[in-house]
């Protein structure tokens, strides 16, 4: 699923490939990275066809319907007077709280289609577009903007250096957003905080690096950790995976615990 | 310049009218405003054309040289791939600092035409990118990075609800950055914090709102000040114009004191 773009980082710092097998390295689809993505933020980049057929970048607010977004634009808008003539769309949603390095961010794109909900599919889609920006009350009603939907057809997920992958309309539509990663930040601290020795565990005994000499946390999902190690043949980012999936971010103490006595009894 | 793009705002808190004359209501171009809202930052959204003629948006980021961005992008992405088939790209720009409604922020929208720099213009734009992106010297000089710079032809600039403007490329190429509004932030905070009284008398005097009840400064630049009064009729933001536009955050001082004078004799 995950591939890398690139060979040998050249003279960029070097990354360690494991050792050993990686336990178990279960993680998120490409569409289930994408549905979480979408559902952590309401605000993207819209890209649609000028008159002349060239793209069109703008910044837009949108809520989500079943993991489609629903935007409100104004004709008085470029994006709005491009939408009514090509109804080909796009958006790139960046991850929140983004790191210093903004390409090591996650960030998707949605391609599709947008349409114009009917008068049956009208009051949810309104509804979707208020609750995630209060402040279209004050304009979505205004003879101007149009409540568009957009129906994705294709998915692109970037999880940061090396980290991407595709997804089609369909996988995104059937896939959920995570329940744990928008949820986890605390419970990452406390593992980094408090749990050092038994990250490290998990990272030689699990994740593929008896030699690592020190592990840090970065994300938890409801498949499992992303774990950062450094070596003596440089640093690398593994994957130790739970037992089975999470459905709750209430379940990750428990997966944890189970992967700390795992990773002793390795 | 500056318009509106709707009348009246409906169930919106009403924004209320000057009753008198803005003594002086300079405030920079939108050519400026683009200027400086693209010196701010180094990521953007990039719209650009697929296969298939379908827009595609992506996050990049990117360095200036004069004022266009210069960017360095992968063929093994879509958005590289999309360059190198049609080269028509636009980017989209949000000012950092995001309020708590993104729709109030200021962004601009650049759009033209990519180009590769030839072997004499490829130092400097390669030098561009790098002095903005430090860790593309880890990929920059990879097989399938490729460095473009997008010639402006078209900007649009969004500064929050109903304050937007054009800009031609031209325009753009001959504006320059505001060389007070990123540096003012703490000059800002003084004004508001200890000299309430003569932001409100600037807003009664000189800024068409002689009902004011209070004023708060919401941004320097150089050519004057964005003030947001109350008064009993709703709230506004006007405009008090400095005696003479500044070169340097140093010279907001002597303007703002300049200013304060003005106020009280008038």
Redesign the interface.
């Known amino acids: 699923m995950t591939t890398r773009?690139?060979g040998d980082?050249?003279?960029?710092p070097t990354i360690a490939p494991p050792l050993t097998a990686v336990t178990h390295p279960a993680r998120p689809s490409a569409a289930e990275e994408a549905r979480t993505v979408a559902a952590a933020t309401?605000?993207?980049?819209?890209?649609?066809?000028?008159s002349d057929?060239?793209?069109?970048?703008?910044?837009v607010?949108y809520g989500l319907l079943d993991g489609n977004p629903v935007l409100c634009v104004?004709t008085?808008?470029?994006h709005g007077r491009n939408l009514l003539r090509d109804n080909?769309?796009?958006?790139?949603i960046?991850a929140p709280g983004a790191p210093e390095?903004?390409?090591a961010?996650t960030?998707i794109?949605l391609?599709g289609t947008v349409h114009r909900p009917g008068d049956a599919d009208l009051p949810a889609a309104r509804e979707a577009h208020l609750a995630a920006v209060p402040?279209a009350?004050?304009?979505i009603?205004?003879g101007?903007f149009t409540v568009w939907q957009l129906t994705v057809e294709r998915v692109?997920w970037?999880g940061g250096y090396g980290r991407m992958d595709s997804a089609t309309g369909a996988e995104y539509s059937s896939a959920a957003p995570d329940p744990v990663v928008t949820n986890a930040d605390g419970a990452v601290r406390h593992l980094n905080d408090d749990h050092a020795q038994a990250l490290l565990a998990m990272a030689q005994r699990l994740g593929g690096y008896p030699d690592a000499t020190d592990a840090r946390c970065e994300r938890a999902d409801r498949y499992g950790l992303d774990i950062r190690v450094n070596t003596p043949r440089g640093w690398a980012v593994t994957r130790v995976g739970y037992v089975a999936p999470l459905d709750s971010v209430d379940e990750l103490r428990h997966a944890t615990v189970q992967l700390a006595r795992l990773a002793k009894e390795a």
Do not use: C, I, K, Q
Not at 53 to 59: D, E, M, Q, T, Y
Not at 88 to 92: K, Q, T, W
């Open positions: 773009d690139h980082p050249g003279d960029a309401f605000t993207a980049t819209l890209a649609t066809l000028s057929g060239a793209p069109w970048a703008s910044l607010t104004s008085m808008a470029e080909r769309a796009s958006m790139s960046v390095d903004p390409l961010n960030r794109t391609a402040a009350r004050y304009y009603d205004y101007d692109r970037v």
